[in-house]
């Protein structure tokens, strides 16, 4: 098991895919008993960038995103699911990956900030020093 603890509510900096990224746990409303979803974004993306990209979204790149975290979190056998309906079985607002392999109950937010640089790479070693 890795040495990463994610807190509900509190943001994580993390090195994801080779991008800095942002990743929150929340739990998940209503939804206490079922497989966690994972809701991967670019952070610069506005409102209407979103409703026009919804359902065009680069999803092996954002799944590339899934697997790095999971594997640096949970290191745990996982299968990933892409569901245009992942966050509202009603309508499409709310794409992202369903989970199969860990634990129940918690939605996980991963936002892309950035391509790390070797400037990027050099702060954040001194943030955890």
Not at 4 to 13: C, D, P, S
Not at 88 to 104: A, E, H, N
């Amino acid at each position: 098991m890795s040495n990463i603890t994610l807190e509900l509510g509190v943001k994580t900096h993390m090195i994801l895919n080779g991008y800095n990224c942002v990743v929150t746990k929340r739990l998940s409303y209503s939804r206490k008993y079922t497989k966690s979803r994972f809701y991967v974004q670019p952070v610069n993306e506005t409102i209407m960038d979103n409703l026009i990209n919804r359902r065009n979204r680069p999803i092996s790149e954002y799944r590339a995103f899934a697997k790095d975290f999971i594997a640096q979190v949970f290191d745990v056998q996982h299968t990933l699911r892409w569901s245009q309906k992942a966050g509202c079985s009603m309508c499409p607002c709310s794409p992202g990956f369903i989970v199969d392999g860990i634990q129940y109950g918690y939605d996980y937010n991963i936002d892309i900030v950035s391509p790390v640089t070797f400037e990027s790479a050099i702060a954040s070693d001194l943030v955890s020093c």
